[in-house]
Structure formats: structure tokens, C-alpha cells
């Protein structure tokens, strides 16, 4: 069969979308990898479907690279919210889109041909048992020095629907030019991890800005990672380098988010962009 999609990132985290409205995909998992493929598919960083729902305007169904489905991921999300906008599935604002995450609610910004999106993205879960990470004990795993990787490291565990160890890196540390696949797939693959993890390289410029490189289970480094940025804004706060109640700029390989941690969970912003529609033979 042909299949439409459309192309979209949010940046630089880029996925391929299919009307779920339109089609029934039988085997995502399977599709996820063949469209997947940077030189026999289409390229990304996976597969999103956009779905009817019975609870919000339309559901997200999230796959990985490798044919894993995820829960939640926030650049995704506001491509999704855009999608639906597009194809007047719902012309809703805010949008509600449902997830394995729950339900989350997502504003569009139109500046003429450009979109952008802030979604509310909860509320941060430190519990150990929740995210999940197996520690010798319950109490939150925040700066706290922990064997990982083949190695003692310093890490703070976040869940933003979804598992993140987030690491801060010295000042003088190159985070752009660092082997990340070395380490990164060392602590995605960790057995205190038992649903793998999501890993945050993060770099504090000034108190309202970090940098960070991200190694995601199931796709390895990806441009961007939007519950990772928020994780790691998350993180920065109960560590005491950033503020709370304070926008938050999170410099990414694909462009800048922009997080806010409030006592009611953490607000993203940034772009949704549509790259190209076409089809493709399965």
C-alpha cells in the first residue's frame, strides 16, 4: 500500500507522521524501523501516529528508531498539535492530545508560516520506583554519586512520563565533542535501568541557560529531547542551579527550548515545523 506522511521536527528532533484518522496500522513497531532508516527509508528519529481518541482532540502513539514505543515525547507532542491544527482533525487551542502519559494540553503560537507550541508537561516524578531505577532504598536519587555505566557518576533520576539520568558536566567540560555513544549506550543499557533510560549531558552557562547532548534509549543521540530539556530543568533546580518560576533556556545540537519549572509542573516552548509531505510504498 502507499502510505501518506508528513515529515515535521521540533528542533531537530524530527519524526514521520501518519494520519491515524485515515489509516489502521497494523505493525507500528515493524513501520517505526523501515521508516526509521536515514538511507532505505524516510529518516528519523522515529514514528509518530496521530490517532482518534474518546478523551482529547486526537491521540499520540510514539515509536522509537528501534520499533519501542515510548510514552511521551515532547518535541514530538507539539508536532502533533500542529498536525492535528493542519489537517483540521481539530481546530481547537488549546489542543488536548492523549498519551501514555495522560492527557496534555497544548497552545499553538501562529507568527505566519511559522508554529510554534508550549505544553504543560506535569508535573516532575522523582520517585525511584516510578521512574524506574533500582537504589538501595526509596528516597529520590538527586546529585547523588551512584555506580552506572562501569562507573561511579553523579546522577539526578526524573521521570517525564518517561526515565532520565541526568548528568551535569564540569565547566570546563566539551560537551559538543564528546564520545556520548561510548557512555551514553553504557547507562541506556545499565541493569539499574530495567525499562533502559534516557541520558541528559548537561552543561550550566548561567542560571537561565544550560546546554545539553542527549543519548535516548531506543534512538541513540537524537537533535533534541523535549522531556529530556524539562528533566533536566527539573534537575537543576532541586540542585540548586537554576530557579524556580523561571523561563529557562536549554540549548540543544537542533536549537533552543524554552522550560518553565513552576509548583505546577514544568511548561515547554518551542518550534513545530513541517519539513515535507510525500508517501511511501509498505
Same mark, same amino acid.
Given at each position: 500500500?502507499? #502510505? ?11 519524526? !514521520? ?24 527509508? @524516510? ?11 474518546? !478523551?482529547?482532540?486526537? $491521540? ?27 489537517? $483540521? ?9 492523549? /498519551? #501514555?502519559?495522560? @492527557?496534555? %494540553? @497544548? ?16 508535573? *516532575? ?14 528516597? *529520590? ?6 555506580? !552506572? ?6 546522577? /539526578? ?12 558536566? *564540569? ?14 549506550? =553504557? ?6 535501568? *530495567?525499562?533502559?533510560?534516557? %541520558?541528559?549531558?548537561?552543561? =550550566? ?16 543521540? /537524537? ?33 533552543? #527550548? /524554552? ?7 514544568? %511548561? ?6 513541517? !519539513? ?7
Amino acid at each position: 500500500m502507499d #502510505l501518506n506522511f508528513t515529515k515535521m521536527h521540533g528542533c531537530g528532533n524530527d519524526y !514521520v507522521y501518519v494520519n491515524g484518522f485515515e489509516y489502521n496500522i497494523e505493525n507500528p513497531n515493524e513501520l517505526a524501523v523501515t521508516v526509521s532508516d536515514r538511507h532505505f527509508g @524516510i529518516g528519523a528519529d522515529g514514528l509518530i501516529i496521530v490517532c482518534p481518541s474518546s !478523551v482529547a482532540d486526537a $491521540k499520540m502513539r510514539m515509536f522509537n528508531a528501534d520499533g519501542s514505543e515510548g510514552k511521551m515525547c515532547g518535541n514530538g507532542i507539539r508536532c502533533v498539535a500542529r498536525f492535528v491544527h493542519d489537517n $483540521k482533525i481539530s481546530l481547537n487551542n488549546p489542543l488536548k492530545i492523549e /498519551t #501514555l502519559s495522560g @492527557i496534555k %494540553t @497544548i497552545n499553538l503560537h501562529f507568527d505566519g508560516e511559522d508554529c510554534s507550541a508550549s505544553v504543560d508537561m506535569g508535573i *516532575p516524578v522523582y520517585e525511584p520506583a516510578l521512574i524506574p531505577v533500582i537504589d538501595n532504598g526509596d528516597k *529520590p536519587i538527586i546529585n547523588k554519586k551512584v555506580f !552506572v555505566g562501569g562507573e561511579d557518576r553523579t546522577i /539526578t533520576c526524573v521521570s517525564m512520563g518517561n526515565p532520565h539520568c541526568v548528568i551535569f558536566v *564540569p565547566d570546563d567540560f566539551d560537551i559538543w565533542n564528546f564520545d556520548i555513544e561510548a557512555v551514553g549506550k =553504557k547507562i541506556e543499557n545499565d541493569k539499574i535501568f *530495567p525499562e533502559k533510560v534516557n %541520558t541528559e549531558f548537561i552543561k =550550566k552557562i548561567d542560571n537561565t541557560h544550560l546546554e545539553m547532548r542527549v543519548w535516548e534509549r531506543g534512538s541513540g543521540e /537524537t537533535f533534541a529531547c523535549g522531556t529530556g530539556a524539562c528533566a533536566s530543568v527539573a534537575a537543576a533546580c532541586k540542585c540548586g542551579l537554576c530557579e524556580m518560576d523561571t523561563d529557562v533556556t536549554v540549548t540543544l545540537r537542533g536549537g533552543d #527550548l /524554552t522550560i518553565s519549572y513552576g509548583e505546577n509542573g514544568i %511548561t515547554m516552548t518551542g518550534g513545530a515545523v513541517t !519539513v515535507f509531505s510525500g508517501s511511501i510504498n509498505i
